[in-house]
T-cell receptor
Framework: AQRVTQPEKLLSVFKGAPVELKCNYS??????LFWYVQYSRQRLQLLLR??SRESIKGFTADLNKGETSFHLKKPFAQEEDSAMYYC???????????FGKGTLLTVNP | DVKVTQSSRYLVKRTGEKVFLECVQD?????MFWYRQDPGLGLRLIYF???????EKGDIPEGYSVSREKKERFSLILESASTNQTSMYLC?????????????FGEGSRLTVL
C-alpha cells in the first residue's frame, strides 16, 4: 500500500520568511514523488517532481529515502505563494497517484 | 493550450437521482482519473482508466461507476446519489511512460446532493 502524510493542515508565515511544507510517504518500492499546487479559483497543477531536481517558482524538494520524506522548501516566501499544496506519490507499474490531505499555506504581508 | 474540460461546474441533485459527470481531454492521453476533493481529506481516487473500455477501482469506488467509450472522454456515474456524495469532483488525465504522475486537471464539478 502507498500512503502520503502531510502533518500540517495549515501553515502561516510572513512574507520573506522561509517556508517548509512537510511530506512523508510510505511505500515499499521505489516511488516517484510530486508536489501539486492549487491557487485560489484555479485548477490543481503540477509544481514539481523529484526526478526533475529543478526549482520552480523558487521552490525545491529533495527526496530523502532514509527518512521517507519529500519536504517542499522556499527560502523567502511571497504572498503569491499562498495556496493549497498537495504532496503525491506514484509507485509501481500503474499510473495511480496517491495524494496527501494537503497543506494550506498562507503568506502574510 | 492543453485542456481537460468538465462539462458541469455546479450541479444540485436530489437523493436517489442518477448523476453523470463528463470529462473530455484534448491531449490524446491514455490515462484518465476521477478524484473527489473534500476539505481535510485531500484528493481520493475513485476510478481510473488506462485505455479505452478499461477501468480500475481506486480507493473509494463504492457508489460510483465509470465509462470510457472513447479515448478522450471519461464519465463518472452516480447510480443513486446520496448526501455523502456531496463533494468537488476532479477529472484528470496523463500520458504514459516517463510522464506518468504528471496529471492535468479539470476545473472541477461541485456536486450538491439534497
Amino acid at each position: 500500500a502507498q500512503r502520503v502524510t502531510q502533518p500540517e493542515k495549515l501553515l502561516s508565515v510572513f512574507k520573506g520568511a522561509p517556508v517548509e511544507l512537510k511530506c512523508n510517504y510510505s511505500y515499499s518500492g521505489s516511488p516517484e514523488l510530486f508536489w501539486y499546487v492549487q491557487y485560489s479559483r484555479q485548477r490543481l497543477q503540477l509544481l514539481l517532481r523529484h526526478i526533475s531536481r529543478e526549482s520552480i517558482k523558487g521552490f525545491t524538494a529533495d527526496l530523502n529515502k532514509g527518512e521517507t520524506s519529500f519536504h517542499l522548501k522556499k527560502p523567502f516566501a511571497q504572498e503569491e505563494d499562498s495556496a493549497m499544496y498537495y504532496c503525491a506519490l506514484s509507485g509501481g507499474s500503474n499510473y495511480k497517484l496517491t495524494f496527501g490531505k494537503g497543506t494550506l499555506l498562507t503568506v502574510n504581508p | 493550450d492543453v485542456k481537460v474540460t468538465q462539462s458541469s461546474r455546479y450541479l444540485v441533485k436530489r437523493t436517489g437521482e442518477k448523476v453523470f459527470l463528463e470529462c473530455v481531454q484534448d491531449m490524446d492521453h491514455e490515462n484518465m482519473f476521477w478524484y473527489r476533493q473534500d476539505p481535510g481529506l485531500g484528493l481520493r481516487l475513485i476510478y481510473f482508466s488506462y485505455d479505452v473500455k478499461m477501468k480500475e477501482k481506486g480507493d473509494i469506488p463504492e457508489g460510483y461507476s465509470v465509462s470510457r467509450e472513447k479515448k478522450e472522454r471519461f464519465s463518472l456515474i452516480l447510480e443513486s446519489a446520496s448526501t455523502n456524495q456531496t463533494s468537488m469532483y476532479l477529472c484528470a488525465s496523463s500520458s504514459g511512460g516517463g510522464k506518468r504522475g504528471e496529471l492535468f486537471f479539470g476545473e472541477g464539478s461541485r456536486l450538491t446532493v439534497l
